[in-house]
């Protein structure tokens, strides 16, 4: 059994950071895909960042050149550094494992593990 526990949101102000920290508790296969999803209010959950067993990341392009996903050494915690951060980042953010290689879209098909969400504001 894979738990997922997320934690570091908060509110913020525009242009501000926040780093998102993701504990992976239990095994997780040699070949996987993490990553970081968003839902706001009456919009769909959609793929932020993941990161490849290999250690390739992809981006959602919304976020590209301001968000990083990585992982430790040891792989038990996965980060989301956010930085310049806008009001249209407002959402729950949620962190999810999927038990083999990420797949050429950052849908959320495949990701079997979620964490409980943790939620960012960001004010202008």
């Known amino acids: 059994q894979v738990q997922l526990v997320e934690s570091g949101g908060g509110s913020v102000q525009a242009g501000g950071s926040l780093t998102l920290s993701c504990q992976v508790f239990?095994?997780?296969?040699?070949?996987?895909?993490m990553g970081w999803f968003r839902q706001a209010p009456g919009a769909e959950r959609e793929g932020v960042a993941i990161i490849d067993s290999d250690g390739t990341t992809r981006y959602a392009e919304s976020v590209k050149g301001r968000f990083t996903i990585s992982q430790n050494n040891g792989k038990t915690t996965l980060y989301l550094q956010m930085n310049s951060l806008k009001p249209e980042d407002t959402a729950m953010y949620y962190c999810?494992?999927?038990?083999?290689?990420?797949?050429?879209?950052?849908?959320?098909?495949?990701?079997?593990?979620w964490g409980q969400g943790t939620q960012v504001t960001v004010s202008s």
């Open positions: 239990g095994y997780i296969p040699s070949s996987y895909c």
């Open positions: 999810a494992a999927r038990p083999s290689r990420c797949g050429p879209t950052m849908t959320t098909l495949g990701f079997n593990y």
